[in-house]
């Protein structure tokens, strides 16, 4: 006698339910192991330490960020300060031509906060906490890795690698002086040197700025 129906039909169920289970176990199995890796990679973020690499760099970004505030602020403050003092016209070029006397007080010929003032034309009392301050703070940012760089062929276009012109000045135009350094640091650019261009600077007052920082 053939088997029943009935059998026939509960020994395919069985099957399909066999085949199932082992389907899903495989996909338990595949589950677990997708979550061990994620758990592994979550562990070795957080018990394993930054690179030293890392660190630097992520303490120089930090201090550029500090950098471009000092000059565009602090240091924009100070340099129109100076121009009221001596009775010039804050014009775009008398005040980076302060600024530019301040940037290189502060990391080229470094001096104290009465030479910074004395320098630009203020007077060291009325000015005192203004200049203090920048001082402070750019030695906190002048660390031993830290390269200031001035330099630039002066009477040549920026260079868009390394040079930023400043403020609204023509990018087209030649290079007159450096309002403020690049900051560099092991042979990395973190913030691009400020130039001021010939189409805000004629020749005549660019000499008064040169005799100025020297």
């Known amino acids: 006698m053939g088997t029943p129906a009935s059998e026939l039909l509960l020994q395919a169920e069985v099957e399909r339910l066999n085949a199932r289970v082992t389907e899903l176990r495989d996909q338990l199995d595949q589950a677990n192991a997708e979550n061990q890796r994620l758990r592994t990679r979550i562990v070795d973020r957080i018990i394993t330490p930054p690179t030293l690499t890392t660190l630097d760099q992520s303490k120089h970004e930090q201090h550029a960020e500090r950098y471009l505030d000092l000059v565009h602020q602090m240091c924009r403050r100070l340099a129109r300060a100076g121009c009221d003092q001596t009775g010039?016209?804050?014009?775009?070029?008398?005040?980076?031509?302060?600024?530019?006397?301040?940037?290189?007080?502060?990391?080229?010929?470094?001096?104290?906060a009465t030479d910074l003032c004395l320098r630009l034309g203020l007077d060291?009392?009325?000015?005192?906490?203004?200049?203090?301050?920048?001082?402070?703070?750019?030695?906190?940012?002048?660390?031993?890795?830290?390269?200031?760089?001035?330099?630039?062929?002066?009477?040549?276009?920026?260079?868009?690698?390394?040079?930023?012109?400043?403020?609204?000045?023509?990018?087209?135009?030649?290079?007159?002086?450096?309002?403020?350094?690049?900051?560099?640091?092991?042979?990395?650019?973190?913030?691009?040197?400020?130039?001021?261009?010939?189409q805000h600077a004629p020749r005549a007052n660019l000499t008064n700025y040169l005799i100025r920082r020297q």
Do not use: E
């Not at 010039?88 to 104290?112: C, H, K, V």
């Not at 001035?150 to 309002?179: E, L, M």
């Open 88 to 112: 010039r016209d804050a014009t775009p070029a008398a005040i980076a031509g302060n600024i530019s006397i301040i940037t290189r007080t502060l990391f080229a010929d470094p001096g104290s």
């Open 124 to 198: 060291p009392h009325r000015h005192n906490r203004d200049a203090t301050d920048l001082v402070r703070t750019a030695t906190d940012l002048a660390t031993d890795a830290v390269d200031w760089d001035f330099h630039a062929p002066i009477g040549t276009r920026p260079d868009p690698a390394f040079q930023k012109p400043w403020g609204t000045c023509d990018p087209t135009t030649p290079v007159v002086f450096v309002v403020a350094p690049a900051y560099r640091a092991n042979g990395r650019l973190y913030a691009n040197q400020q130039v001021f261009t010939q």
